[in-house]
Nanobody, 120 residues
Framework: QVQLQESGPGLVKPSQTLSLTCTVS??????????WSWIRQPPGKGLEWMGA???????YYSPSLKSRTSISRDTSKNQFTLQLSSVTPEDTAMYYC????????????WGQGTQVTVSS
């Protein structure tokens, strides 16, 4: 059973960089052919895909967030990390990490989510 757990600060000040880590257990983030994503949901809005890191280490970003987003991984810890720079209150959201297999129609494992509020 694969499990994902998000961690990071719940409160970030405007203009700072938000950093979240997803720790994976029960499966390796380098296993072919899985993609590990960050997805967020602002209050009262739908889910927004932010980006992903592949089993190979390749990264993919939402065009709307690409200039502010960086996803990396630590294979020794089986973790992947999201960094979102220059945050504003509009970045307040529940942040999730999730896994999807290549060619699969939907994510098969999700973290429970972590609330991040951007406020001074």
């Amino acid at each position: 059973q694969v499990q994902l757990q998000e961690s990071g600060p719940g409160l970030v000040k405007p203009s700072q960089t938000l950093s979240l880590t997803c720790t994976v257990s029960g499966g390796s983030i380098t296993t072919n052919y899985y993609y590990w994503s960050w997805i967020r949901q602002p209050p009262g809005k739908g889910l927004e895909w932010m980006g992903a890191i592949a089993y190979s280490g390749s990264t993919y970003y939402s065009p709307s967030l690409k200039s502010r987003t960086s996803i990396s991984r630590d294979t020794s810890k089986n973790q992947f990390t999201l960094q979102l720079s220059s945050v504003t209150p509009e970045d307040t959201a529940m942040y999730y990490c999730a896994r999807v297999g290549w060619g699969r129609p939907q994510y098969d494992y999700w973290g429970q989510g972590t609330q991040v509020t951007v406020s001074s």
